[in-house]
């Protein structure tokens, strides 16, 4: 949800007098969508978040700036947590291990998908698939911070 903030900032360099018609005109194409993730943006706190609902509603499922290599036990962040995911927010630090890496199976196995820090937010994870092919809504069990990956949630 990148062209969320994207928005943003041309409403901002616009109200400034700095927007250039093009991007005005793109900025209006992207909608309302997402209005609920961008108003829960923290800012950068080093955490990654995860919510059952899309558009990060309600309560989230958890909040840490480590790693969790089972979402259902005790500790890391999440518990009794698997497969519910449906909506993420990667509000890292940018620098070093940045990128969250979500996994289908606990202890980090079998496929992965990631969420780069200049993404903001996933707020609707069924359009996107684990590199093992398998939907990630309602499938991730484990997150670790990652330096480099290669299947990105959008
Ligand atoms: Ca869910
Ligand atoms: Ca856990
Ligand atoms: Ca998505």
């Not at 943006?41 to 919510?51: H, K, L, S, T």
């Not at 059952?52 to 005790?74: E, H, I, K, Y």
Request: a negative charge; proline letters at 3%; hydrophobic letters at 35%.
């Amino acid at each position: 949800m990148r062209k969320i903030f994207t928005t943003a900032a041309v409403v901002g360099l616009t109200a400034l007098g700095l927007g250039a018609p093009a991007t005005a005109a793109q900025a209006a194409e992207t909608g309302a969508q997402a209005t609920v993730c961008n108003s829960k943006w923290p800012g950068r706190n080093g955490n990654v978040y995860a919510w059952d609902a899309f558009d990060c509603q309600g309560n989230p499922l958890g909040v840490t700036a480590g790693n969790d290599p089972d979402w259902n036990s005790a500790g890391g962040g999440f518990a009794n947590a698997w497969d519910k995911a449906s909506s993420v927010m990667n509000a890292g630090y940018t620098g070093g291990n940045d990128i969250v890496q979500f996994w289908y199976i606990q202890q980090y196995q079998t496929g992965y998908t990631c969420l780069s820090p200049y993404e903001y937010f996933a707020d609707d994870l069924s359009d996107n698939t684990f590199s093992s092919g398998q939907n990630v809504n309602n499938n991730i069990r484990a997150h670790k911070w990652v330096s480099s990956c290669n299947v990105w949630l959008t």
